[in-house]
Antibody, heavy 119, light 113 residues
Framework: QVQLQESGPGLVKPSGTLSLTCAVS?????????WSWVRQPPGKGLEWIGE???????NYNPSLKSRVTISVDKSKNQFSLRLSSVTAADTAVYYC????????????WGQGSLVTVSS | DIVMTQSPDSLAVSLGERATINCKSS????????????LAWYQHKPGQPPKLLIY???SRESGVPDRFSGSGSGTDFTLTISSLQAEDVAVYYC?????????FGQGTKLEIK
């Protein structure tokens, strides 16, 4: 059973950089899957941030592309998110998720990590 | 981006009754090369991550009760819960993954009447 777990600071200052890591267990990050970040601002819907393949290929949401970097560490079986120049609008629960290689839907999710942007 | 629009925004249904949620995409999400609709449905409860219920518009994820079913093709889709149970109270999202970026509907809040 694949499990994902987000970790990182819960509070980030405005104009700073949000950094989160997603540890994958019960499966290899080097399998034939893409790995994504999805967020949900308080009281709002779900927004896909971007994805990475173990080879390092990435795709980003154009709305965030200029501020987002997703990276992978195969030796630690984890992948990471960096979002720069954050504002209060980036306050959200951040989820990591696996994209099923056959259906392309998000079949496994982390529990989510609340990140608040505030001074 | 493909815009996903769900209706209604909220829905109250009696226990044991049928619940129906609709989802419309601004462009077809039918992938011609394999004739599959790249449309998923998720159930989202407070304090939990979203749970995949349906993929390819009508394929039920392993372990999902058979009271959940999906239908539709092209731009119009439906999630049906045939007999509502108390544990089905949640927000439901449709999502397309036919093109990047994947996009979600705004969500439908399902409650017990």
């Amino acid at each position: 059973q694949v499990q994902l777990q987000e970790s990182g600071p819960g509070l980030v200052k405005p104009s700073g950089t949000l950094s989160l890591t997603c540890a994958v267990s019960g499966g290899s990050i080097s399998g034939n899957n893409w790995w994504s970040w999805v967020r949900q601002p308080p009281g709002k819907g779900l927004e896909w941030i971007g994805e990475i393949y173990h080879g390092g290929n990435t795709n980003y949401n154009p709305s965030l592309k200029s501020r987002v970097t997703i990276s992978v560490d195969k030796s630690k079986n984890q992948f990471s998110l960096r979002l720069s120049s954050v504002t209060a609008a980036d306050t959200a629960v951040y989820y990591c998720a696996r994209t099923d290689r056959y259906s392309s839907s998000f079949d496994y999710w982390g529990q989510g990590s609340l990140v608040t942007v505030s001074s | 981006d493909i815009v996903m629009t769900q209706s209604p925004d909220s829905l109250a249904v009696s226990l044991g009754e049928r619940a129906t949620i609709n989802c419309k995409s601004s462009q077809s999400v039918l992938y011609n090369s394999n004739n599959k609709n790249y449309l998923a449905w998720y159930q989202h409860k407070p304090g939990q991550p979203p749970k995949l219920l349906i993929y390819w518009a009508s394929s039920r994820e392993s372990g999902v009760p058979d009271r959940f079913s999906g239908s539709g093709s092209g731009t119009d889709f439906t999630l049906t819960i045939s007999s509502l149970q108390a544990e089905d109270v949640a927000v439901y999202y449709c999502q397309q993954y036919c093109s990047t970026p994947p996009t979600f509907g705004q969500g439908t809040k399902l409650e017990i009447k």
